[in-house]
């Protein structure tokens, strides 16, 4: 036998003393044990009467006492997936402008039209000397401005470039 407390989510053995223990203990057999114990390792919650939750779908996810939530603003949700998406190599890049029907000399012509010098001279920088692009990069929001697209214009081409 193992006794189990599910306030804590933990397992303690009845030959061992403890300081403190919480009032909440069950004797479970061993085979129980190793089912709660597969379900907490897969991310579930026990409950009091030894069922559990699904597994917490997200490492953003939380508890709030009776579904796993996850507490991120769409915003937040938007940015972290951004954050996720592959560096583009300099000819998948290229090559998705081009099949975009935008070609290298008409983006440098536009990048030459802004009007902020430093805003200018970085973005033609990370254009023209770049040998990787990152989704999440400020000079990405730039280009996808003077290409009059959208950000989900945007999050399309980096899922369709790294096939390039």
Excluded at 2 to 22: G, H
Aim: glycine share 4%; net charge negative.
């Amino acid at each position: 036998m193992i006794l189990f407390s599910f306030t804590q989510q933990a397992f303690y053995d009845p030959e061992i003393e403890y300081f403190n223990l919480p009032n909440d203990l069950i004797n479970i057999n061993v085979q129980k044990h190793q089912e709660l114990l597969n379900a907490i390792n897969s991310g579930c919650k026990v409950f009091s009467d030894l069922t559990y939750s699904k597994p917490n779908p997200t490492e953003f996810h939380e508890w709030n006492g009776s579904d796993w939530v996850d507490p991120r603003s769409e915003e937040e949700k938007l940015e972290y997936k951004r954050s996720q998406y592959p560096k583009l190599t300099r000819y998948q890049f290229m090559r998705g402008l081009l099949e975009m029907g935008f070609k290298s000399l008409d983006i440098e012509a536009q990048i030459l039209l802004i009007e902020d010098e430093f805003t200018r001279e970085l973005t033609m920088i990370g254009f023209k000397d770049a040998t990787n692009f990152v989704r999440t990069d400020p000079s990405i929001d730039v280009m996808r401005d003077l290409l009059g697209k959208t950000d989900e214009e945007i999050d399309e081409f980096w899922e369709f470039a790294p096939n390039l």
